[in-house]
């Protein structure tokens, strides 16, 4: 209080004494008291600023003199809560080189006065609320050599007389509201090194002036409103480093003269730029960052820009680009970030790419998601498996596969990227079981999984102890969701759309049931519906059939299903299993003998038995250690029922039974993609179900071109490990179109 | 197949698929009597290995050398190829045979970021080597020689085949402008801004007529401006000199200019009436000469001006025609400060709407301030101080609250405000001495405010 009222009695003597504007006072101790005088300073961090005789300005906080003539050559405030206003005063420093008022919670405006500090270099203002228009006088400070104003509320437009400066190296006019056109003036300026001009509204083209004049290395017109195209004269910024031309409305090619630039960054995201990536891009081996996502990009990946080996992060998504992905992106050893996502890639995951390995250092982004959606005329897909590759990716974090047609399951070789903590195989055709290394992802917080073909249980996920977001819902999961660890963390939306997955919450699909004492006969009333609905299904999917099937057993469908749970019984659906019955293939297989056993699946175990005089037939036996399997097996013929596809592996029949209830289906002896891909050609393929080249006989059923129904209903019947095969698949495909 | 690194056959196979496809082959053609190779100029690889064939012309290669000790750059002759590896201020082109020569030398701290060869202040000197480099098209030196100051070698004006941009800036250098600068007939930017050059500007770089830009600002040159017409020309900056005489009407030939500015010079005579054919520019800049002559009628046609600055010319007793600034539609700046300008302000400014700043200060303006400005919604900056003005202000309240203290209207003869217009706080008490409410003053206390008609 002390202080304060002697100050205030020492203005009040300044004001008697004539102090005034546009007096120049060569006392710098009292200007600086001036300049206190408009800060609120509610924290008094400029206690020592005081009138006291013995006080010498020179040593107050933030303040510096020259030796010589004791004026005040440098203000350094920054990060002091000064709040309140610069104070006109500033002006009668006339020695002083530099000014910075950074972050110091400042408002008001630029007083005009400021074009009096003739002397000044350095002026930043940043990380203030000041408002209002860049000042003229600004012009008028022929020393300036730094001028950063970025992070307040400036508004108007830049004026052309900033031109008028010649020693400005760096302006800085970042995230203010300036509006109007970039003036082509800034650019005729030797010494320009840095122009910051991010975040603001700025409007109008890019100037074929932007680089006329030599020097500017650093160019950042992010975030404004700019349009028109990237000029070609771009080729002659020969000294860019940063370009950063991103979220803007440009529209045109990218010039081929960009080529010329030796840039370390070079952003051009978020615009709506067309044509095809140029090349030349692969010269530019400065190169640390290559944005060019979110445009209208078309053609292809140029595998030249394999050749960017410095390239840390490489941006193409949300692009139009076509063809597949080039295996040289596999040379880009120092990339950590790669995204690729939502264009028009098609093809396989090149294996390449697990060669981006040894040189990872913190972070490795993958993101394929909607890699391969693109059908071509013919209706087909191309699709793929995850790498095993990807397991040398030791350093990758975040691996989001999501939205392809990835099929196959989830290699346990995945479990040994340990840094993963983002793991998004959500929306493709991935099936088998969720694997119990995954639980060796002790950093992993985000698992997504949903809309795939998953069976099997979620006991493996129990020891995923740092997961914080799970998405398992819509797959064929089963049993019971654990209540311990951190599953109680999960809401059921997670589990959702899995008719086996049993849950702790109250509507979950199987808790009425569970928790009523007549279980038993709940069941039995349960399953009585189901087959009563699965008979009636039947028969309309027969009914369906009848045109196109000949009248012989037709009849024969109609008299089999008839089920007793008394006795195991089978029920016949197709001519190849009439001849068959229960106990020759009981006897065939010895009892569901191991040795008979091809394939394991989460929810089932697959035998193969070869029956005299017929076509072997592949036995898929349901898990029945889970007390909601009857409904599970209903759900699958349900399904299976409802899809009717000429590419479908048809369910020849199926059967209650003391081992389990048993699925029918004809033989494939093809052996599957997995085999193909991840077995080693010497090694026997086990031979198992895949899809039939040829169209079946149940394929007189109506078809169909929904893919979707199509590849689901492939998963359904296969043996969870197995997947298709893409190029039988594909030929497949062409054969019948 | 996978190329870890770009050899350079590849890069020319590379270059003669691509280039053709885009644009045809650029290929500079020396027209120097010493044979040279054409350059391939396009886009290079950044990290040539140059261990194919390429190789930096020796001479050229011993060029650079002596232009680094020159400059106190020893260790630069370590350098086993100074067209490898992309050094800081040296740049290098490749000709059909491979052979890399040398296109541009900068010199100079410029900044941190710009990492250009620095120069020992004390004994840098710029070398007569350089002229043995027959590709050069840039030549830039800042801050390099200002302790040793010299006069600007005349061995320069033989780059003239080749050389684009002549950078001398701010390096202390004496004496006049040699004319043999005028043999540079290719260049296209000259700076010798920011050094003691005197004499006049010699006429022979009239020849220059290629020239975008032309900055002698910041020295002492006298004599008058000769006569340039480049039509080229985008800045022409003479700022800070002792140029006397008039501006010559041949400036008007200079059709591409954006930038004019002849502030602080001794300038006499009027703005030619040629003026009106520089239809591109945005900023004119003669303050502080001794202009004296009406301005002329041709000024107005000036629609892409941004910046009018004309402060600190003592005009003979000027008065402003009503439409001296009709068509400067896009006038953000207009300063007219201390022009000894008498009579009205032109009621046409108001229409100028992308006004931001208007000075006025200084002169005989008298009668009062044009309605018109009550448009004048984005104004920033108003100086009508220091004039004869007299009546209301006719200004939108919130314009005054914006510009707060960027508004001075004080030393006026009797600008006044209307008593409902809420002023009084808006005002800044600095720069509106004198100027009280409209309000005739009644006698009697207490009785109801009238707004005067």
Known sequence: MAVRSEFVLFLVSLVLSGFGFG?????????????????????????????????????????????????????????????????????????????????????????????????????????????????????????????????????????????????????????????GEIPRLIYWNEVLQYLGLRGNNLVGSLSPDMCQLTGLWYFDVRNNSLTGSIPQTIGNCTAFQVLDLSYNRLTGEIPFNIGFLQVATLSLQGNMLSGEIPSVIGLMQALAVLDLSCNMLTGPVPPILGNLSYTEKLYLHGNELTGSIPPELGNMTKLHYLELNDNRLMGRIPLELGKLTDLFDLYFTFVLNHLFIVSNVHGNKLNGTIPLAFQRLESMTYLNLSSNNIRGSIPIELSRIGNLDTLD???????????????????????????????GDVMSLVNCLSLTVLNVSYNNLAGDIPTGKNFSRFLPDSFIGNPGLCGYWLDSPCHESRSTERVTISKAAILG????????????????????????????????????????????????????VYDDIMRMTENLSEKYIIGY??????????????????????????????????????????IKHRNLVSIQGYSFSPLGNLLFYDYMENGS????????????????????????????????????ANLKAQDMVRPSMSTSDAQLFLKFGEGNT | MAVQYFSPQTLLLTLSILLPLVR??????????????????????????????????????????????????????????????????????????????????????????????????????????????????????????????????????????????LVLRDNGFVGPIPSEL?????????????????????????RLTGLMSLDLSWNKLTGSIPGLSFPPL?????????????????????????????????????????????????????????????????????????????????????????????????????????MNMHGSIPESIGRLSNLRVIYLDGNRFNGSIPNSFRNLRNLSELRLNDNQLSGPIPLERETVWRMKRKLRLHNNSGLCYNPNSGFEDGLDPSFSSGIGSCITPTPTPGSTRTVQP
């Not at chain 2, 840039?138 to 080749?162: A, D, E, K, M, V």
């Open chain 2, 234 to 338: 985008n800045v022409l900056d003479l700022s800070q000199n002792l140029l006397m005489g008039p501006i010559p009407s041949s400036i008007g030939g200079c059709q591409s200019l954006i930038k004019m500015d002849f502030s602080r010079n001794q300038l006499t005579g009027s703005i030619p009436d040629s003026i009106s054919g520089l239809k591109d520019l945005i900023l004119m800049d003669i303050s502080y000469n001794r202009l004296s002559i009406l301005l002329p009628a041709t000024l107005k046609s000036l629609n892409s001006l941004q910046v009018l600055n004309l402060k600190g010319n003592p005009m003979a007793t000027t008065s402003l025609p009503n439409n001296a600034f009709d068509g400067m539609r896009g006038l953000m700046f207009l300063i007219l400060s201390n």
């Open chain 1, 23 to 179: 007096i120049v006072t060569s006392d710098n101790g009292a200007t600086l008291l001036e300049i206190k005088k408009s800060f609120k300073d509610v924290e008094n961090v400029l206690y020592d600023w005081t009138n006291s005789p013995s006080s010498d300005y020179c040593v107050w906080r933030g303040v510096t003199c020259d030796n010589v003539t004791f004026n005040v050559i440098k203000l350094n405030l920054s990060g002091l809560n000064l709040d309140g206003e610069i104070s006109p005063a500033l002006g009668s420093l006339q020695a002083v080189q530099t000014i910075d008022l950074r972050g110091t919670h400042l408002s008001g405006q630029i007083p005009d006065e400021i074009g009096d500090c003739s002397s000044l270099q350095s002026l930043d203002l940043s990380f203030n609320e000041i408002y209002g228009d860049i000042p003229f006088s600004i012009s008028k400070l022929k020393q300036l050599e730094t001028l950063i104003l970025k992070n307040n509320k400036l508004i108007g437009p830049i004026p052309s007389t900033l031109s008028q400066i010649p020693n400005l190296k760096i302006l800085d006019l970042a995230q203010n509201q300036l509006s």
């Open chain 1, 601 to 642: 699946g989460a929810s089932s175990t697959v035998y193969k038995c070869v029956l005299k005089n017929c076509r072997p037939v592949a036995i898929k036996r349901l898990y029945s250690h889970y007390p909601q399997s009857l409904k599970e097996f209903e759900t699958e013929l349900e399904t299976i029922g409802s």
């Open chain 2, 24 to 165: 045809p082959f650029t290929v500079i053609t020396s027209d120097s009597d010493v044979p040279s190779s054409a350059l391939i100029d396009g886009p290079q690889p950044a990290f040539s290995t140059n261990q194919n064939g390429a190789r930096t012309d020796p001479r050229e290669q011993e060029a650079v050398y002596e232009i680094m000790r020159a400059t106190g750059n020893d260790w630069a002759t370590d350098i086993s190829d100074v067209c490898r590896g992309r050094w800081h201020g040296i740049e290098c082109m490749p000709d059909k045979e491979n052979v890399q020569h040398v296109v541009s030398l900068s010199f100079g701290a410029l900044s941190d970021d710009t990492a250009f060869p620095t120069c020992d202040p004390n004994r840098s000197y710029v070398s007569e080597s350089i002229t043995k480099l027959p590709h050069l098209r840039t030549l830039f030196f800042f801050r390099c020689f200002s302790n040793n100051p010299g006069r600007i070698p005349t061995f320069l004006g033989q780059l003239g085949p080749t050389l684009q941009t």
């Open chain 1, 425 to 455: 195989l959500s929306n493709n055709h991935l099936s088998g079981l969720i694997p119990q290394e995954i639980s060796q992802l002790q950093n992993m917080f985000l698992l997504r999984l949903e809309n795939n073909n998953f069976s």
């Open chain 2, 182 to 206: 005028g043999n540079l007939t290719r260049l296209r930017i000259l700076d010798l801004h920011k050094n003691n050059l005197n004499g006049s500007i010699p006429v022979s770089l009239g």
């Open chain 1, 529 to 580: 519906i189901a087959l009563g609905a699965l008979v009636i299904l039947l028969m309309i999917l027969v009914a369906a059939c009848r045109p196109y099937n000949p009248s012989t057993y037709s009849d024969g469908a109609l008299d089999k299903p008839a089920v007793t749970y008394s006795k195991p019984k089978l029920v016949i659906l197709n001519m190849n299993m009439a001849l068959h």
């Open chain 1, 673 to 708: 993609l997995w085999d193909v891909l991840h077995v080693p050609p010497s090694s026997p393929p086990k031979g198992h179900y895949a899809t039939p080249p040829a169209p079946l006989p149940s394929a007189k059923v109506p078809s169909y071109i929904d893919e979707y």
